[in-house]
């Protein structure tokens, strides 16, 4: 079974800072991939996504993301962080085995505060 | 905008209680998820729903069972609680085809069994 890995479990970084959250998949054929954003007391949003094409995604709130297939890697990054960044982010991948309804497989999370 | 909402915030039940998650959706999505999320875990996948009726084993379904009579509605059924299900519980929905992947949820069900 495929499985998703996530470097850091806990970030913490001053305003301005950039920002860069590790993600590492063990699958090695077809993949979709994800980095889901869940706020404190909201629930699970989706920043980005990758299906095929350009391996450099972009999202909301001018967080990106790359996709190096030969790294098994989709690390997100931004730039410039904000206060209101700090958020639990969550990246997810979805086997592309041929249809299916069968769910995401989510990394542990990484729990990242922004310091103003 | 897709809706996914979930009938309580906040549950607290009782060892051996059978408990009852709803979680309903207006996008007429063909698929529903049931996950759950716990501290340095992430969310673990419980069962899945891909038609009225029809559904499959996530990764961790043991003590849990679901329902799906309705399209609009998958419900997570704890037939008897124990304390090691005191939980986060979020429900997910998404339409078919590839194009389709990204999973919708809702706010999430806070379960706490005493």
């Known amino acids: 079974a495929q499985s998703v890995s996530q470097h850091n479990h806990h970030v913490i970084l001053s305003e301005a800072a950039s920002l860069e959250l590790g993600c590492n998949y063990s699958y090695g054929g077809t993949v979709n991939l994800f980095w889901y954003v869940q706020y404190p007391g909201q629930h699970l949003q989706l920043l980005l996504k990758y299906f095929s094409g350009d391996p450099l995604v972009k999202g909301i709130k001018g967080f990106e993301a790359e996709f190096i297939k030969s790294k098994f890697s989709f690390n997100l990054r931004k730039p410039s962080v904000q206060w209101s960044d700090t958020a639990e982010y969550f990246c997810a991948v979805k086997v592309r085995s041929g249809g299916g309804a069968d769910g995401l497989t989510f990394g542990k999370g990484t729990h990242l505060i922004i310091q103003p | 905008d897709v809706k996914v909402t979930q009938s309580s915030r906040y549950l607290v039940k009782r060892t051996g209680e059978k408990v009852f998650l709803e979680c309903v959706q207006d996008?007429?999505?063909?698929?529903m998820f049931w996950y759950r999320q716990d501290p340095g875990l992430g969310l673990r996948l419980i069962y899945f729903?891909?038609?009225?009726?029809?559904?499959e084993k996530g990764d961790i379904p043991e003590g849990y069972s679901v329902s799906r009579e309705k399209k609009e509605r998958f419900s997570l059924i704890l037939e008897s609680a124990s304390t090691n299900q005191t939980s986060m519980y979020l429900c997910?929905?998404?339409?078919?085809?590839?194009?389709?992947?990204?999973?919708?949820f809702g706010p999430g069900t806070r379960l706490t069994v005493t």
């Open positions: 729903s891909y038609d009225v009726k029809m559904k």
């Open positions: 996008m007429d999505h063909e698929n």
């Open positions: 997910a929905s998404r339409g078919a085809g590839a194009s389709s992947y990204e999973q919708y």
